[in-house]
């Protein structure tokens, strides 16, 4: 009896054993596990933390770069004058050594404004780790409009405009407007008719916008981005700093042109690259039966003329001209910008240009552009072209751009003519007109924004501001 005992608890006990020596196996191999899943994870984790450490890296690098390029805009080199990469280290805020960031700057083409800046983090715990970040930065020039102001303007109801239009007094606008039109003031009497004072942005198309303070409706059929009142002026006096540094420039490493001594310059383009630059040494001025107040500049065309150079367009594409201008021709493949001024700048004797024949692009990708400055007056003449187009950026910073109204039937046939196409962009001091009543100017009038402006103007054109504002974002890696 005791043996059969025993031998039962013997039984009891391998039994037992084997069970307990299963269930140790298994509980090894689970703690085996657990402790390789909680290292893999510490090990997840801990990249995971470095990766993100090596993004706010990267993220650095960018805002630094912007803060450089706020204090020193035309600095693509970091400061040393040497060709990049350029490396900064990055300290926590105990002052340790914990990674860098690795700055690549490609600095804007010729005529543009759009700095590339690649930035590359990396973590000194893991130098297997990095992240890269790729922006484009640019500023905005003049050309960000198609129309920009200082003065108060109409658009009749023929006008369709499709890029921003600014002005720094009132607008009119009865036509339809596909992109933003604002005013720096809130409130101006319209002097094309009398009653009280409107909303600087206001439109009668259909019906007449209610009077301030009445909230402007959104009129979206007139409208279609919006409108706005009360923003910032734009500087039309500092351009009389940038035609100056284009006249230095010009001076140095372009074409600079002193006074003719007679009645100013014809600038002639080719699609060849040529510029031919003719003095005018005589024009054509309106008959007897004109009107007397239009019979000086803009007026007048081109009688006879000699030739004073003929030259491949500078690469730099600055051209000045330290006297009145006619500017013509065709370019291909090419950025220029014509200034047109007198120094100093006296209000007498500021220079003026005409522009009486197409002034034309060969590609309309932003591979060619032409800025025109004029220190007073864009004219079209009298004697201008009956289908007339004109590309490219103008500026009248002084005056305005625009045609005479010649209210006398004696100006002959051409007071009347039809069709004045415009394709880039158009700032102008002064009220700008080109037609005015029955047949006095042109009939129809298309003016095309060209977007490749906004970012990408002619060389060494106004900018609105200096600060650059980024335009596209990339996590790269």
Sequence with gaps: MIRLFLEKVKRVNGQLSLELLIFSAVTVILMGGFVLWAGSFLNLSVRDFNKNLAFSMAEAGIEYYRWHLAHASTDYEDG??????????????????????ILEITPPPNGSTIVTVRSTGKVAADASIEK??????GIPSFAK??????????????????????????????GIAYNLVSSALTSYNDPDHTGSDEWAVHTHRSSTDPLPPTALPSRSD?????????????DFAQITQDLAAIKDIASSTGYYFPSSTARGYDGVFATSGIMSVYRVTATTTPGSGCSASTAGWGTWSIQSETLVATRTIPTSGSIFFEDNIWVRGQISNRRVTIGAGRFPDNQATRANATINNDLRYTNYDGSDAIGLIAQNNINIGLSSEDDLRIDG???????????YSYSSSGCGSSRSRTQLTTYGMIASAQRSGVYYSGTNGYQNRDYIY????????????????????????????
């Design 80 to 101: 040393t004058g040497q060709p990049g990469p350029y490396i900064h280290n990055y300290y926590s805020k105990n002052g340790d050594l914990i990674g860098t960031f």
């Design 132 to 137: 890269i970040i790729e922006v484009r930065l």
């Design 145 to 174: 409009y198609a129309w920009a102001l200082d003065s108060d303007v109409t658009f009749g109801s023929a006008a369709e405009v499709f890029g921003a239009i600014h002005s720094n007094a009132g607008i009119h606008f009865d």
């Design 222 to 234: 007139v409208f279609m981005v919006g409108r706005e009142t009360g923003v910032p002026t734009l």
């Design 393 to 403: 950026a103008l500026i009248a910073q002084n005056g305005r751009f625009g045609r």
């Design 450 to 477: 060209d977007t490749n402006l906004l970012y990408g103007p002619p060389p060494d054109f106004p900018l609105t501001t200096d600060q650059y504002a980024i335009l596209s974002w990339d996590e790269v890696k």
